[in-house]
T-cell receptor
Framework: KAGVTQTPRYLIKTRGQQVTLSCSPI?????VSWYQQTPGQGLQFLFE???????NKGNFPGRFSGRQFSNSRSEMNVSTLELGDSALYLC?????????????FGSGTRLTVV | GQQLNQSPQSMFIQEGEDVSMNCTSS?????WLWYKQEPGEGPVLLIA?????ELTSNGRLTAQFGITRKDSFLNISASIPSDVGIYFC?????????????FGEGTQLTVNP
């Protein structure tokens, strides 16, 4: 059973640019969540998608957005990049994202904004 | 954002020693999860706890879901060098409106052979 696949693994962008990250969940998993990991703030929840709908959203500015496709694959987009957006972005998939559903994380996308 | 209080922040131990770390929260969680993260990788689930008071083992790892649903601990017995990494607790509320994991700050474990 393939795990959660995130692409690309590494990315370098310039301030002001926008970026799109991709996540392919485990086959059969319908919930995809995104997290930002930084040394200062730790792991912070961005948003959760289930059946192509955003079901939950963290406290991030509107520059952070996402979507989910009918095959459960998800993308997140960050527009007008700032230096502080440099982080490891992690995607997690689960069957339904509810109690009892184990979350499996991908290896992440390391974004560096210069 | 809200985080769980995880302690200790770091531990330096000798191979063979036992390790204990814990998480506390001011809020109730329905599920507690323990993850391990190694450099360049995402967190890997070690143990999931679903009921208050539940005690669960996975090899040398043992974790408990606190009775109040506001805390959890993880024990590692007879540590080995490959136990090195960052251990995170995470709480999950879940519900019909979706769910999110709230993470602790992590415990950096170093094992000296």
């Amino acid at each position: 059973k393939a795990g959660v696949t995130q692409t690309p693994r590494y990315l370098i962008k310039t301030r002001g640019q926008q970026v799109t990250l991709s996540c392919s969940p485990i086959s059969g998993h319908r919930s995809v969540s995104w997290y930002q990991q930084t040394p200062g703030q730790g792991l912070q929840f961005l948003f959760e998608y289930f059946s192509e709908t955003q079901r939950n959203k963290g406290n991030f500015p509107g520059r952070f957005s996402g979507r989910q496709f009918s095959n459960s694959r998800s993308e997140m987009n960050v527009s007008t990049l700032e230096l502080g957006d440099s982080a490891l972005y992690l995607c997690a998939s689960s069957l339904e994202g509810r109690q009892g559903g184990g979350y499996t994380f991908g290896s992440g996308t390391r974004l560096t904004v210069v | 954002g809200q985080q769980l209080n995880q302690s200790p922040q770091s531990m330096f131990i000798q191979e063979g020693e036992d390790v204990s770390m814990n998480c506390t929260s001011s809020s109730i969680f329905n599920t507690w999860l323990w993850y391990k993260q190694e450099p360049g990788e995402g967190p890997v689930l070690l143990i999931a706890l679903y009921k208050a008071g539940e005690l669960t083992s996975n090899g040398r790892l043992t974790a408990q879901f606190g009775i109040t649903r506001k805390d959890s601990f993880l024990n590692i017995s007879a540590s080995i060098p490959s136990d090195v990494g960052i251990y995170f607790c995470a709480g999950l509320r879940g519900g019909t409106s979706g769910s999110r994991l709230t993470f602790g700050e992590g415990t950096q474990l170093t094992v000296n052979p």
